[in-house]
């Protein structure tokens, strides 16, 4: 009897707790063998560094879902500001409420400029720390697009390729804080020099320091396989990580680069893509050691025919269109430089559940940054996103 009430208590507590069960121990009772559950329990405490121009948008629409899922507080950017303070380095009052809610947050993931002994102020002691790197080829021709107007060292180049043939004549160190984005920006995002010299102890000593502060980097090449790890890590459910790609852009702003500007990239960023190297390498590592390939490929598969069944529910073009095809111009996410950022339409005849899911699926990160903003402190003015708003009031 108290074996039998032993483990419905179990039964009830993983239930309470969102555990999945991934291993079972033997353990002998009354020569009885009883195959106990090792629960895996859901991760809650999460900070996400965001970093540039990495599919970061889509994470952070997926942990904004999994705070909503689970009823979680968010450390969001104060006042009428959209990032943590970003391009200054990070400090605790940079986020709404942290004089009077402390260290009692659960999620962070807007754009911030990562300083660890700040975040500890902010995030409890059990926080899972992960952040997202790309290849600096491809995501130094996606700056320098969507930087175009605001960046000097690309503004007064004529396109892509030329501004790689000479960096140094358009790029000037004195300017960094307006030049951040063209040149090594996702060290800079980690919290260091992006334009310091190329020298293999401190490279090695920053690749160390990274992986001792995270315990997880994902790579957006990989974006699929990166959410099924990211499932896995945290013990997350499939459709806590699905996702439809947001803030990507139409193809045809996107400028070819030729052979001589990729290799150029490679030196001009080279602190990125030691960055890039290196964590590509665990990350694959990673993989072999806890999932393994084959299972990886069939949860890939089983994530994407989710995925499309999703966009078959709730999307009228079944694909991102361009700017001014978004109807709803609730769903128009924020336009930079010379691309053509994508939105979706949703369809017209959802039920009101249906519709609500679809809705958090496609909305863009400032809305629901100023959404989530509006939950969380009622009283404080609402951010303006310029736009009209999706959802009135909080309980539509």
């Not at 030329?162 to 984005?181: D, G, Q, V």
């Not at 694959?284 to 989710?306: C, F, M, P």
């Not at 109807?327 to 994508?342: M, V």
Request: proline fraction near 4%; include cysteine.
């Amino acid at each position: 009897l108290i074996i039998f009430s032993l483990c419905m208590g179990l039964t009830f507590l993983s239930g309470y707790f969102h555990m999945k069960n991934k291993n079972y121990r033997i353990s002998k009772s009354h020569e009885e063998l009883l195959i106990l559950p090792t629960p895996c329990l859901a991760k809650t405490n999460v900070m996400f560094l965001k970093t540039h121009k990495t599919a970061s948008s889509t994470v952070l629409n997926i942990m904004f879902r999994f705070a909503e899922r689970y009823n979680l507080t968010v450390a969001l950017p104060a006042d009428q500001l959209f990032h943590l303070g970003y391009p200054k380095t990070f400090v605790a009052q940079f986020v709404e409420g942290f004089e009077t809610i402390g260290q009692n947050y659960n999620i962070m993931c807007n754009h911030l400029r990562f300083n660890p002994l700040e975040v500890k102020r902010v995030m409890a002691a059990n926080t899972f720390y992960f952040s997202i790197l790309r290849n600096p080829i491809p995501l130094l021709e996606s700056s320098y697009i969507y930087y175009k107007n605001n960046v000097p060292a690309f503004r007064s180049s004529k396109n892509v390729n030329e501004f790689l043939a000479s960096p140094t004549k358009y790029y000037h160190p004195a300017n960094y804080r307006e030049n951040i984005y063209a040149r090594n920006i996702m060290w800079f995002d980690f919290g260091y020099d992006n334009n310091a010299e190329d020298d293999t102890n401190y490279t090695q000593a920053v690749l160390e320091e990274i992986e001792q502060n995270f315990h997880l980097i994902l790579i957006a090449d990989y974006f699929d396989e990166s959410m099924i790890l990211l499932k896995h890590t945290l013990c997350w459910d499939l459709d806590d990580v699905i996702y439809f790609k947001l803030n990507s852009r139409s193809q045809d702003t996107v400028q070819a680069l030729t052979p001589e500007s990729e290799e150029q990239i490679k030196v001009w960023c080279s602190l990125d893509w030691k960055l890039y190297l290196h964590f590509n390498q665990s990350f694959w590592r990673r993989i072999e050691e806890t999932i393994g390939l084959e299972v990886l490929q069939k949860e890939v598969d089983h994530l994407r025919s989710r995925q499309k069944e999703l966009m078959e529910t709730c999307l009228s073009e079944q694909e991102a269109v361009r700017k001014d095809e978004i109807r709803n111009k609730a769903l128009l996410p924020f336009q930079s430089g010379a691309a053509n950022i994508l939105g979706y339409n949703l369809k017209q005849d959802l039920d009101n559940r249906t519709l609500r899911t679809c809705q958090k699926m496609v909305i863009p990160e400032l809305q629901y940054t100023s959404y989530l903003y509006a939950v969380q402190h009622p009283h404080k003015k609402r951010k303006d996103v310029g736009l009209p708003l999706l959802w009135t009031n909080i309980q539509e």
